[in-house]
């Protein structure tokens, strides 16, 4: 007979005793990454398109070395399935695009294309309908080197640059991602550059008949149409007009340039800026096309393995978003904020403030800057995310941060939509016809407002005392709104519905409304409902256009955690929220930190797809601190 032993008399066992466990490994972890200047940052991994544009870019630039084509050739190569296709994020469906690009990286790399790697690649996109079924971005880079034609490319004329902020389809009614990306794009559409590489994509090509127009007057029609249109104007087109509009979108590229020789932080704007300075004629040792190159070495990722040096490229970095999260979860972790690593941080985030206006004050021109960006250097795009979350960190750490504070709940107020919502980056930016464009097949090119960042926002505000603001109350509204038919909301920045849910149900709770509301209640009972068998939340990316996937998925830390922050927001102490800590606990690694190869953040929603290798750090900490916290 076995026979428990009891505690000696006077003495409790403490039952959350492995959840404080767990987390002061996960602080210890978390403080052992911290850069000696202050900041934290994780690797942002997406997939091989970064690696094979890149290859491409500099095949046409002529500098695409021997030793960073094997190193990114043999990083392409290790994420190829069984099926011979690429994902665009990990255990996702293959992606015919992305397996194309490859294809055609690895043949510059010298891959046979009869070997067999190659022959499933190919013989993948050909069943999916070939290159003719790519999106546009991935037909653009092919007719760069005569692979595909440029008559067989949507056209976006340069005189776009020319329309006034208040005129259809002007570069300031997209998203800034956008903007940045289009405005160099058009240039090299008109200049239509061909530098041939030794082979050629027979084996990528489909065969297939192009749709036939259809009848009747649609949207899209019409702008198939106005495509139309616009290539009869592209080979006669206004002498005077197109310079003028070749010269001031040049002009507008080099102005928007980065400190660090980026554009916006991001990797499509940064290469297709670097492309249109070059067929301009800019030569490749002008300083901004150096300064770009040079950047780009800073986005690049080198990894010793068995088989060798492995080559990656971030599509951005992301020092500031991770280094506000940092600080909260530290906070949550009950550290104090006069320890050095806080005021490290403290420090660091403070220097980051953006005081100068950028594109948003062409909505906002009597707004006073006051913001922080995503990256190590993005004078001209501060997001209202970023900052909403650096303020929430940055009053953890005392009174010394109330200045900076104070600028950043002034520009997001103002930054606030019509609607009560808050964007990302721009006000208002929600005008739906730039979507039409055939041009546009390639997800998100504006930037409404979205749950998540609304949320963060409203949590931000309240907990800086402005819960009764009307902007507040508006953003609450919207929120409320907003809510899902099951309960849940969706999530424009991470995966998906757990991430938009995790973020709204603490920031109604912080600006006041009740835990009893049926807001609230709803919202408890989806992420009930959702839990996995095995304690843990996840949600598969597929959910963006498979409703079925919604909240549905292999378990994972981030997800774990957002749905934790919501359910103890809720004032949850139930068993759902103890079995999802204790799925923390049980599978946290000896070094404190969790295994997360799922990838839960969002660029571009349907399309692309991020794993931010810090969020499996830092929102655990925040889950466990305030679960304990709470107990």
């Known amino acids: ?61 002529g500098i695409r070395g021997e030793q960073e084509t094997a190193e990114a050739a043999r990083w392409i190569r290790s994420k190829q399935r069984a099926d011979g296709s690429w994902a665009t994020f990990h255990d996702g469906p293959p992606d015919l695009s992305t397996t194309a690009e490859a294809w055609v990286a690895l043949r510059l790399a010298g891959d046979d294309p009869a070997a067999p790697h190659m022959a499933r690649a190919a013989e993948f996109v050909r069943r999916g309908g070939g290159v003719e079924a790519s999106r546009v971005f991935t037909r653009i880079w092919f007719s760069l080197f005569g692979l595909w034609s440029w008559d067989e490319v949507p056209v976006m004329p340069p005189e776009l640059i020319l329309l006034p902020s208040w005129a259809p389809l002007n570069i300031y009614n997209w998203g800034c991602w956008a903007r940045q990306t289009i405005v160099p794009l058009t240039l090299v559409q008109t200049a239509r550059p061909v530098r041939p590489v030794p082979f050629g994509i027979d084996e990528l090509r489909g065969h297939g008949t192009p749709p036939a127009h259809r009848p009747g007057l649609d949207w899209q029609t019409a702008f198939e149409w106005l495509d139309r249109g616009l290539r009869v104007y592209s080979r006669r087109p206004v002498g005077w007009l197109r310079r003028r509009a070749t010269v001031k979108a040049a002009n507008w590229i080099l102005a928007h340039q980065e400190a660090d020789g980026s ?130 960190a940055l009053r953890r750490l005392g009174e010394g941060t109330a200045a900076a504070r104070r600028r950043g709940i002034d520009w997001v107020i103002g930054m606030q939509s019509a609607d009560g919502g808050w964007g990302a980056f721009d006000a208002d930016n929600d005008k739906a016809l730039a979507t039409k464009l055939p041009f546009c097949d390639f997800g998100a090119v504006i930037d409404p407002p979205s749950a998540d960042v609304t949320a963060h926002v409203v949590e931000m505000l309240a907990a ?55 807001a609230v209640r709803n919202a408890v009972r989806w992420l009930t409902d959702v839990q996995n068998p095995d304690g843990g939340w996840g949600e598969d990316l597929r959910s963006y256009r498979e409703p079925e996937w919604s909240g549905r998925g292999t ?23 103890r079995r999802g800590v204790r799925w923390l606990v049980e599978t946290q690694r000896p070094d404190g930190s969790w295994d997360e190869p799922q990838f839960t953040g969002t660029g571009f929603p349907g399309d692309f797809y991020i794993n931010y290798h810090l969020y499996r750090a830092v929102f655990p900490i925040s889950a466990l601190g305030r679960y304990l916290e709470r107990a």
């Open 263 to 392: 554009w916006g932080g991001i990797q499509p704007p940064w290469v297709y800026s670097i492309l249109a300075l070059h067929v301009l004629g800019h030569p490749l040792d002008h300083p901004a096309i150096q300064a770009g190159l040079a950047g780009l070495d800073g986005f690049t990722i080198r990894e010793e393995t068995p088989d060798g040096v492995l080559r990656r490229i971030e599509a951005c970095q992301s020092p500031v978003w991770d280094t506000a999260l940092a600080v909260t979860a530290l906070a949550d972790a009950g550290r104090p904020g006069d320890e050095p690593a806080l005021h490290r941080a403290a420090d660091w985030l403070l220097a980051q403030e953006i005081t100068v206006p950028g594109d948003w004050s062409v909505r906002r021109p009597e707004l006073l800057p006051g913001g922080w960006p995503f990256e190590f250097a993005n004078a001209g795009y501060p997001d209202v995310d970023d900052t909403a979350e650096v303020v929430l």
């Open 555 to 577: 378990s994972t830390a981030s997800q774990t955690a957002w749905a934790l922050l919501a359910l103890l927001a809720a004032g949850e102490r139930s068993a759902v929220t």
């Open 464 to 518: 800086e005392g402005l819960a009764e603001h009307p902007a507040t109350r508006r953003g609450i509204r919207w929120l409320r709104d907003a809510q899902e038919a099951d309960g849940s909301w969706f999530g424009r920045w991470g995966a998906n519905y757990v991430y938009g849910t995790g973020a709204v149900v603490p920031a109604l709770r912080a600006a006041g409304v009740a835990a009893d509301d049926p």
């Open 1 to 61: 007979m076995t026979t428990t032993a009891k505690p000696a008399p006077g003495r409790r066992t403490d039952p959350d005793g492995p959840v404080a466990e767990a987390l002061d490994r996960a602080v210890r972890n978390l403080l052992d990454r911290q850069d000696p200047a202050g900041w934290w940052k994780g690797e942002l991994e997406t997939n091989v398109t970064m690696d094979a544009e890149d290859l491409l870019l500099r095949e046409f630039l």
